[in-house]
């Protein structure tokens, strides 16, 4: 009688579709992001990628091993996607120990605390980023510039990116065209020629990816386009009124990570609603918050905590939207 399976609304299709294989094609998707990691930031992104895929790897497979006392999945790919998700959050330079730590609150932590893939209620690697700002603080915001593929792990030259640069700077009460002349151009944000975490500063790349994803239909395109939409929406209100104080919406898409969580961070299967309906409402939120934290919040950033947020509301929304039950009579009037 405890043993009792639960099953969503019917109809119920059976896919050909696997964890393992979904999760590859999210690997293939995020490859355009890591090549311009590695041709803008060199070899610290291949050192922070190796280490925080290797490092979920292996903390995911001693847990199975040796605590759960369960069947070893590190063969799904689940594990190689949260570390590469969690180093393109991270700036290039950022010492390896704390790359490790990340990746042990990501896997230990986040996911496999829960229950292991499908039952974590945030997204591991954005919860492995989370406590990592909060425990390293300055390294982790501390972004190197993109200077080529010859720069050195240890003596990247850093700078402020565009969104902590505005940000600052009107705090500082510093007029708003003489500090968005301080910034790279659109074209620059779009190809990746700006400072900030290793996977969000070329639009292109991403881009790539998102194309992809959609093209193999491992996502769909309701959350991401969401997302963006809102986000865009809600600051183009913001100018419109007074562009003198507020930057532009394609300021604030291209300059940070919008379309990295957008589009990888919250798709996430486990962490995003289930029905179309429930994950425009999940993106509209993501869009919103992260756009009120970054006008109005302490951090020039918001898209890791609008997610986190938004994670939290997921079981809500699964609970509460629903698709109409398949053959349901719709009352008239």
């Not at 925080?52 to 590190?74: D, G, H, M, N």
Request: hydrophobic residues 50%.
């Amino acid at each position: 009688m405890n043993n009792r399976l639960n099953v969503s609304l019917s109809p119920h299709v059976q896919g050909g579709e696997t964890t393992q294989k979904l999760m590859f094609g999210v690997i293939i998707a995020l490859i355009p992001a890591f090549i311009a990691s590695v041709i803008f930031f060199g070899a610290g992104a291949i050192i922070t990628t190796a280490t925080a895929v290797i490092s979920c790897v292996t903390i995911e497979y001693l847990i199975q091993r040796f605590v759960l006392r369960k069947p070893i999945s590190i063969t799904d790919g689940s594990a190689v996607v949260t570390g590469l998700l969690l180093a393109l959050t991270l700036p290039s330079n950022i010492p390896v120990y704390m790359v490790v730590i990340g990746s042990l609150v990501a896997i230990g932590l986040a996911k496999m605390t829960f229950g292991g893939l499908g039952n974590n209620p945030f997204n591991p690697a954005l919860a492995g980023r989370a406590v990592m700002l909060i425990s390293f603080p300055v390294q982790m915001t501390t972004w190197p510039t993109p200077a080529g593929f010859a720069t050195g792990y240890l003596d990247a030259v850093t700078g402020a990116t565009p969104l902590a640069l505005i940000k600052e700077g009107l705090k500082n009460g510093d007029s708003l065209p003489m500090l968005m002349g301080k910034i790279p151009s659109t074209a620059e944000m779009i190809l990746g020629k700006l400072g900030g975490s290793i996977g969000e500063v070329s639009a292109v790349a991403l881009l790539i990816g998102f194309a992809y994803l959609l093209y193999k239909k491992i996502i769909t395109w309701h959350i991401p386009v969401s997302v963006i939409g809102s986000l865009a929406l809600f600051t183009s209100i913001l100018w419109f009124a007074n562009p003198d104080v507020y930057v532009s919406p394609t300021f604030h898409i291209l300059a940070g990570g919008a379309l990295l969580g957008a589009i990888f961070m919250a798709t996430d299967y486990a962490t995003s609603p289930m029905n179309p309906k429930a994950m425009i409402i999940y993106g509209c939120g993501i869009g919103i918050i992260t756009a009120i934290i970054r006008i109005w919040g302490a951090f020039p950033e918001g898209v890791m905590f609008a997610i986190l947020i938004m994670n939290a509301f997921v079981p809500l929304l699964n609970a509460y939207i629903k698709p109409k039950r398949f053959g349901e009579e719709v009352k008239n009037g």
